[in-house]
């Protein structure tokens, strides 16, 4: 079994800045890419940041220069700084990762239960 818990969402005002975790744990061989997608009401899913195990980050343009992704990989643990957060980043927030489990060869994609971050005055 394998279980991704986020941390770290909440209500904050406009240009105020959060940071939310995501640990994986269980019986995990190794990680490939983590990642954080996002889903606003009435909308689909989307790409905020992906970090792969190298270190090579992406991010989608409306969050580039005010959010940071990163990783701690012996804690299986990737990051969000969300800084200058504005409205429109108002989404439940969601981490993926790319998991090998010990004894299966191929990686599965796990999904967290989201974390709610609403910005507001």
């Known amino acids: 079994q394998v279980q991704l818990v986020e941390s770290g969402g909440g209500l904050v005002q406009p240009g105020g800045s959060l940071r939310l975790s995501c640990a994986a744990s269980?019986?995990?061989?190794?990680?490939?890419?983590m990642g954080w997608y996002r889903q606003a009401p009435g909308k689909q899913r989307e790409l905020v940041a992906v970090?792969?195990?190298?270190?090579?980050?992406n991010y989608a343009d409306s969050v580039k220069g005010r959010f940071t992704i990163s990783r701690d990989n012996a804690k299986n643990t990737v990051y969000l700084q969300m800084n200058s957060l504005k409205p429109e980043d108002t989404a439940v927030y969601y981490c993926?990762?790319?998991?090998?489990?010990?004894?299966?060869?191929?990686?599965?994609?796990?999904w967290g239960q989201g974390t709610q971050v609403t910005v507001s005055s």
């Open positions: 970090i792969r195990s190298g270190g090579s980050t």
């Open positions: 269980g019986s995990i061989f190794s990680i490939n890419g």
């Open positions: 993926n990762a790319d998991i090998i489990r010990v004894g299966v060869p191929w990686a599965h994609p796990y």
